[in-house]
Nanobody
């Protein structure tokens, strides 16, 4: 069974950068599609970015496109979220989530839906000050 653990959160000023890591245990990590979600206080979970098991396909929400980059190193069982040009509205708890082979239905890949993932980490806090 794969388990996910996030790290790298912290306090940063607006315009700064952080790199989040999602480290996984288990020998089958390389077959898992991974997504990053975030939840601000009083808000629902929001999709941020996703990456296929091979790293060949990447997806971003409009709110982070051009500022965040998702990547993975399967040899290290880790997925990264590089966050640049951070804004106060990026403040949230960030979660990584995974599902073996991804969630497909009706020919569509549901990378941005929370129900498409069955493994979740505990979250890491990101706070961006203005």
């Amino acid at each position: 069974q794969v388990q996910l653990v996030e790290s790298g959160g912290g306090l940063v000023q607006a315009g700064g950068s952080l790199r989040l890591s999602c480290a996984a245990s288990g020998r089958t990590f390389g077959t898992y599609n991974i997504g990053w979600f975030r939840q601000a206080p009083g808000q629902e979970l929001e999709f941020v970015a996703a990456i296929s098991w091979s790293g060949g396909s990447k997806y971003y929400s409009d709110s982070v496109k051009g500022r965040f980059t998702i990547s993975r190193d399967n040899a290290k069982n880790t997925v990264y979220l590089q966050m640049n040009s951070l804004k106060p509205e990026d403040t949230a708890v960030y979660y990584c989530a995974g599902r073996k082979d991804g969630y497909y239905s009706g020919g569509s890949y549901y990378y941005d839906q929370t129900y498409a993932y069955d493994l979740w980490g505990q979250g890491t806090q990101v706070t961006v000050s203005s």
